[in-house]
């Protein structure tokens, strides 16, 4: 625990885990509950924290918004059609490359 490489580790691990837990717990509102019972507690719990990953995940997929916003509607909706091009766009050349061989 007081070498280097396991500073390191604790150090990834405070930014990369334990920090989204703790925005979790306080943007996410997942600090208090009013459910019963530890299998309902967790269940809000997961899906809060699905609810987290879904949006960083969209975030990096198509680069505008914040969860729970509705910003940028049409920026997303842009960079979906620009993203759908791209795909289509490779399909296509790909297609071609076979056919001309």
């Not at 990953?53 to 680069?63: I, K, Q």
């Amino acid at each position: 625990m007081k070498g280097e490489w396991s500073k390191r580790l604790q150090k990834k691990r405070s930014e990369l885990v334990e920090r989204s837990f703790s925005h979790v717990r306080e943007t996410g509102d997942g600090r208090w509950t009013w459910l019963r019972g530890h299998v309902n507690v967790s269940k809000r719990y997961l899906m809060m924290v699905a609810a987290r990953n879904l949006g960083v995940v969209m975030r990096a997929l198509f680069g505008v918004g914040k969860p729970r916003v509705l910003q940028g509607v049409a920026g997303a909706v842009f960079a979906f059609v620009l993203w759908l091009w791209n795909v289509l766009s490779r399909w296509l050349r790909r297609l071609c490359v076979r056919g001309a061989k």
